[in-house]
Nanobody, 123 residues
Framework: QVHLVESGGGLVQAGGSLRLSCEAS????????MGWFRQTPGKEREIVVA????????YYAGAVKGRFTVSRDNAKNTVYLQMNSLKPEDTAVYYC????????????????WGQGTQVTVSS
């Protein structure tokens, strides 16, 4: 079992930045690829970024490429999502997830999920 806890969400103006963190506990964090998803009411949860076990390979959805950066610190059991140049359309609940394969672009491939953190970008 892997327990994931996200933090760092909040309210920010358009053009601003936020850094989300996801801390893992339980099984060996470095054995899991990680993903960040986001979801808005009435819509499917969608992949934002993914990162492999070592952090050497990443995936970015087109909507966030060039603005968001994913990284991980296996010594701290934490994955990060640096979000810059935020737009109102980035408003969503952001979830981190752990899975065994990379890249995992569908939510069905992930084994463990955090509770989510709200990100609201005002115009």
């Amino acid at each position: 079992q892997v327990h994931l806890v996200e933090s760092g969400g909040g309210l920010v103006q358009a053009g601003g930045s936020l850094r989300l963190s996801c801390e893992a506990s339980g099984r060996t964090f470095s054995n899991y690829a990680m993903g960040w998803f986001r979801q808005t009411p009435g819509k499917e949860r969608e992949i934002v970024v993914a990162i492999n076990t070592s952090g050497g390979s990443t995936y970015y959805a087109g909507a966030v490429k060039g603005r968001f950066t994913v990284s991980r610190d296996n010594a701290k059991n934490t994955v990060y999502l640096q979000m810059n140049s935020l737009k109102p359309e980035d408003t969503a609940v952001y979830y981190c997830a752990a899975g065994r394969l990379f890249p995992l672009l569908q939510k069905a491939g992930y084994d463990y999920w955090g509770q989510g953190t709200q990100v609201t970008v005002s115009s």
